[in-house]
Nanobody, 128 residues
Framework: VQLQASGGGVVQAGGSLRLSCVGSGLLWDYYAISWFRQVPGKEREGLSCISSSGFNRFYADSVKGRFTISRDVAKNTAFLQMDSLKPEDTAIYYC??????????????????????WGQGTLVTVSS
């Protein structure tokens, strides 16, 4: 069971990036997928989550209206479209998965303890 995150990079404030998270070894439509980020010295912050059905989504206040989460079950992939980026969005971004019911609209608590499968992280740097 493995997640591979990619898509990070350096972007100017106001710009956009699209992160991808590819899963292997797991049944994608049995998992809720979340994105987190972490700045050194700070706690890991839950940003967004998408249900296993793909129909329900959660966004933290810090990214609501700027970030969009989506998933492609056929490709075992989840995405985080990040628009209107700010310097304070600079962090390492992680995708994570937790087992739920098949094709469910359930959104689990978006905190690190809930999620047992993690990607390796991808660095996003937003310059001012």
């Amino acid at each position: 069971v493995q997640l591979q995150a990619s898509g990070g990079g350096v972007v100017q404030a106001g710009g956009s990036l699209r992160l991808s998270c590819v899963g292997s070894g797991l049944l994608w439509d049995y998992y809720a997928i979340s994105w987190f980020r972490q700045v050194p010295g700070k706690e890991r912050e839950g940003l967004s989550c998408i249900s296993s059905s793909g129909f329900n989504r959660f966004y933290a206040d810090s990214v609501k209206g700027r970030f969009t989460i989506s998933r492609d079950v056929a490709k075992n992939t989840a995405f985080l479209q990040m628009d209107s980026l700010k310097p304070e969005d600079t962090a390492i971004y992680y995708c994570a998965a937790t087992r739920v019911k098949y094709n469910s609209e359930y959104i689990p608590p978006v905190n690190p303890d809930t999620f047992g499968v993690w990607g390796q992280g991808t660095l996003v740097t937003v310059s001012s």
